[in-house]
């Protein structure tokens, strides 16, 4: 079954599993060999490029600039980006998510629901939070934080 959902991330969180696979849907279940249930966000069709968690809640990006958030995976809100580019990765840490524009630069917000751009110096190909610091890592090999 894993394999089968092509999975591309995947996170736990309090005693649920939540996997996503190919054409960006968003998966869960309460045990890893479970059933899985689809968990598509409104509007239907639109595809989670990458699904961030923090401060209580899951925020989603996509194309065109959707970002989606939701208290529990289950009822998805949409949120004014304030941008028509791509948002291909989202990460948290230090109470902010910061979304990834593949236009180049970035989203900030700490709420998942008021974004804010950030100019970076490279367009972002990843994003990544760990010891305090935000990394990201930019088309030909450049990596910044």
């Known amino acids: 079954m894993i394999q089968e959902l092509g999975i591309?991330?995947?996170?736990?969180?309090?005693?649920?599993?939540?996997?996503l696979g190919q054409n960006g849907l968003l998966r869960a279940s309460s045990h890893p060999l479970s059933q899985w249930r689809l968990r598509s966000p409104l509007p239907a069709g639109n595809e989670f490029l990458d699904v961030a968690y923090g401060g209580g809640q899951f925020v989603a990006v996509s194309y065109d600039g959707l970002i989606l958030t939701s208290p529990d995976g289950n009822a998805w809100q949409i949120q004014n980006s304030g941008t028509q580019a791509h948002l291909f990765d989202v990460t948290y840490g230090n109470?902010?998510?910061?979304?990834?524009?593949?236009?180049?630069?970035s989203l900030v917000s700490t709420d998942g629901v008021n974004w804010s751009p950030f100019n970076t110096p490279v367009k972002i190909e990843g994003l990544g939070f760990?010891?305090?610091?935000?990394?990201?890592?930019?088309?030909?090999?450049?990596?910044?934080?």
């Open 130 to 145: 760990g010891a305090g610091l935000f990394l990201g890592g930019g088309y030909d090999g450049a990596t910044f934080g």
């Open 8 to 19: 591309k991330f995947a996170m736990a969180l309090l005693l649920t599993f939540f996997v």
């Open 95 to 105: 109470g902010c998510f910061v979304a990834a524009k593949i236009s180049g630069g």
